[in-house]
């Protein structure tokens, strides 16, 4: 039977991650509904709209959990606050460092270029080409990803042999103390792995937790039916 501190504190573990990789979804979703927001924003400025007229014409459209947001920023434009700090607003609101270094180079263009339409077309092409990257390395890195999984069933094989077979075969020997290192051992295990493959899949610790989180469920389980 697994250890009730080993087992109350994966628990914990579990919910806590939950709720962390719930909100870096919703970051997420935010990030991914961006470039259909910016590219509304290039297609109206090449008709000869202003930034401003193009956001507001953008708000209409449908973008997650990115909608409420953009139509805040709009109704605060609207109310008479100035253009910088409502776009201020909606980049502290949003939280994502993607989205606040195009805004920053979108306020640049409004600023200083001559041809807003071209600008926007040139960073909407620069949006569109890091998206692409990005699923490029997130296709070419899977097969990585399902090895660390299989990397860990393995180390769970070995551990499950070698506290089966190995160590009985030894002689007199207190099991107890062994299996309680083992699920200390696993434990550790998971969650590093779990880390690691966020980190190494999408670079970031936080998506890591989703792995994190499965294999303490898978780890739990073996402790208990199988350790």
């Known amino acids: 039977m697994i250890n009730l501190i080993v087992f109350v504190l994966s628990v914990i573990l579990i919910c806590f991650s939950a709720v962390l990789y719930y909100n870096y979804l919703k970051n997420k979703e935010i990030r991914e509904f ?25 708000k209409e459209g449908n973008y997650g959990r990115l909608t409420p947001l ?12 100035p253009f910088q ?22 306020e640049r263009a409004a600023d200083f270029s001559t041809d807003i339409g071209n600008t926007m077309r040139e960073i909407n092409e620069y949006i569109y080409l890091t998206k692409e990257l990005e699923r490029e390395r997130s296709t070419e890195l899977f ?8 990397i ?25 103390e062994y ?38 469920l898978v780890s739990l389980i073996f402790l208990f039916f199988i350790l």
């Open 34 to 58: 961006f470039p259909k927001f910016f590219q509304e924003i290039y297609n109206n400025t090449s008709t000869g709209m202003s930034l401003v007229e193009s956001i507001r014409k953008s």
């Open 70 to 81: 953009i139509r805040n920023m709009c109704l605060q434009i609207e109310w008479g606050t």
């Open 85 to 106: 700090i409502a776009l201020e607003n909606f980049e502290r609101k949003a939280n994502n460092k993607f989205i606040k270094k195009i805004i920053t180079l979108a």
């Open 143 to 150: 097969p990585q990803l399902i090895s660390l999984y299989f």
């Open 152 to 176: 860990f069933f393995v180390f769970l094989g070995i551990i499950f042999i070698i506290f089966s077979f190995f160590i009985p075969s030894i002689g007199i020997v207190d099991l107890s």
């Open 179 to 216: 299996k309680i290192l083992f699920q200390h051992i696993i434990i550790l295990e998971a969650i590093l792995s779990g880390i690691a493959m966020g980190k190494i899949t999408e670079n970031s610790y936080i998506a890591g937790l989703k792995h994190l989180t499965i294999l303490l």
